[in-house]
């Protein structure tokens, strides 16, 4: 009998599980992707339509295929727009992220969508949303109906930023964003007005390019408890001396840990080199380095050290990180380093209270924090749904979904669940860095070797690659 698998999301991970399992597949079996709110294929990250949005990994390890290392460079090559790039700067290239959405298509188009068959697969797409799954395989869809599947994987990428107090009565108010990925540019103020972007991570890089390029010249304020703005990439130097050779990172324990990373943040320093080279030569064994650091170790690093941590890891393009500054230097930008404690609507305004200084009102206000990450207080309704049936379980960092590391979900019970699979951001208690395509790739390949009841051919190391820049 012909197995039916159902993936929940068509961003990355969806559409990237649904192409590996096309290449792997050895039976004929039926795929369904189920998406809503963003372009299948794209996502949230790539289904931007606006030039300015680059991505913040560079051309070379953004391939979907973590056994393909220069499949993204290579189909970039077929692009007239980069005739005249030569190989070597290409590579090193931030490209706009709608172009990588292109790419996700082109890779969608080749794999998912051959009607007679260059593989056994047969994938179809639903514009829909899961509301619910029974435990027999039967997803409720917002539509009415029902569809039912064998094995279902959840791939519904990053939670909308959490509520902040008092945004509860703001949500039909004019001047309030409580979503930064829905479409706000309509709604700007004129140009005497003010915008004000809670968080100062990504997407509010974003929104400062965007009010940019718009040719926007009213006040822009980024609130963040630090007020620290994403860090530039940076071409490194060669420093073989971190992780040591013999040292095993994911041994240390926090304290060794941290110590460790401050001695060569110090002999970095004192090369003239910047100490951010230490989280680039982690990356590869961060996961694991999580995977064993004790609940005590993680909870600490996610309370003290997560923050210092997110601003040298999630660093931007030059070219961007260069008009943030011009905004600041201008006097456009203002960053204020203070806890937000409460929103109000001050007439067709609203109002941020801070905790040090004084409000500060914007004509515009945007939730820019972040995914909200305390699992269990999910705005999924099917998540919450799930949850609620036991069909999944928060994992003990309470950050998202606990599963094996075959990506099975583990239910309330403790047992395998011989349904559900879930790969991406919900997977970032168990693993820590697991948003990014380099991460990404790796996991959809696994994922569809799980469902093939075929044996992992790549450590998820290995699907990171090298990634210093
Ligand atoms: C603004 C932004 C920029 C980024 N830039 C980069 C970058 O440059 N490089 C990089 O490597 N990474 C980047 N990332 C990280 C990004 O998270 C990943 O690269 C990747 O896009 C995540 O894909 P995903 O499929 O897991 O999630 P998503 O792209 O979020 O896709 C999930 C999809 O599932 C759908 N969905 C959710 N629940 C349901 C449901 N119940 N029913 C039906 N559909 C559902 C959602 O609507 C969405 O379409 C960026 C992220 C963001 C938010």
Redesign the pocket.
């Known amino acids: 009998m012909t197995s039916r698998i159902a993936i929940?999301?068509?961003?990355?991970?969806?559409?990237?599980t649904a192409a590996n399992l096309a290449r792997l597949a050895r039976q004929p079996i039926r795929v369904t992707i189920?998406?809503?709110?963003?372009?299948?294929g794209?996502?949230?990250?790539?289904?931007?339509r606006r030039t300015e949005?680059?991505?913040?990994?560079a051309a070379r390890?953004?391939s979907a295929f973590p056994d393909q290392p220069d499949h993204f460079l290579q189909w970039l090559r077929t692009r007239s727009d980069y005739d005249a790039v030569p190989t070597h700067e290409l590579r090193e290239r931030?490209i706009p992220?709608m172009v990588?959405g292109d790419y996700l298509l082109s890779i969608a188009h080749h794999y998912l969508q051959t009607p007679d068959g260059l593989t056994s697969t047969k994938v179809e797409f639903r514009e829909?949303?899961?509301?619910d799954i029974e435990p027999n395989g039967e997803m409720h869809l917002?539509s009415g109906g029902r569809l039912t599947a064998d094995r279902i994987v959840?791939?519904?990428?990053?939670e909308i930023p959490a509520a902040l107090p008092g945004a509860e009565s703001l949500t039909a108010h004019p001047a309030w964003v409580g979503n930064p990925?829905e479409s706000w540019h309509q709604r700007l103020p004129a140009h005497g007005g003010s915008v004000v972007l809670l968080g100062a991570g990504?997407?509010t890089v974003?929104a400062v390019l965007t009010l940019r390029a718009l040719g926007w010249h009213g006040a822009i304020h980024a609130i963040s408890r630090h007020g620290w703005l994403p860090h530039a990439h940076f071409r490194g130097v060669e420093y073989p001396n971190f992780p040591p050779a013999e040292v095993d990172l994911a041994e240390l324990g926090l304290t060794k840990l941290l110590a460790l990373m401050e001695e060569h943040c110090a002999r970095l320093r004192d090369l003239g080199a910047n100490p951010a080279i230490i989280v680039d030569k982690m990356r590869p064994h961060t996961q694991r380095i999580w995977q064993r650091l004790s609940l005590d170790d993680r909870l600490t690093f996610a309370s003290k050290w997560a923050a210092r941590w997110n601003v040298l890891r999630h660093r931007i393009a030059p070219e961007i990180h260069a008009q943030v500054t011009s905004a600041q230097l201008t006097g456009q930008l203002e960053v204020h380093a203070a806890n937000i404690v409460r929103l109000e609507a001050a007439n067709t305004r609203v109002r941020v209270h801070l905790s040090d200084g004084p409000p500060v009102t914007g004509d515009l206000v945007i939730n820019a924090t972040g995914?909200q990450s305390r699992f269990s207080a999910t705005r999924?309704?099917?998540?919450q749904n799930l949850l609620q049936r036991g069909l999944i379980t928060s994992d003990d960092m309470d950050m998202g979904v606990r599963v094996a590391p075959d990506h099975i979900a583990i239910d309330s019970t403790g047992q395998y669940s011989s349904l559900l699979l879930a790969?991406?951001?919900?997977l970032k208690g168990t693993l820590w860095e697991t948003?990014?395509?380099?991460e990404?790739r790796g996991q959809a390949r696994r994922v569809a070797e799980t469902l093939l009841g075929q044996p992992p051919t790549l450590e998820a190391e290995e699907a990171v690659m090298e990634y210093m820049i």
């Open positions: 929940i999301g068509g961003g990355f991970s969806g559409v990237m189920i998406n809503t709110q963003r372009p299948t794209r996502g949230v990250a790539y289904g931007t949005h680059l991505l913040n990994v390890n953004m931030f992220r990588y829909d949303t899961v509301t917002q959840l791939a519904c990428g990053n990925w990504l997407t974003d995914p999924s309704g099917l998540l790969l991406g951001p919900l948003v990014a395509v380099p990404l």
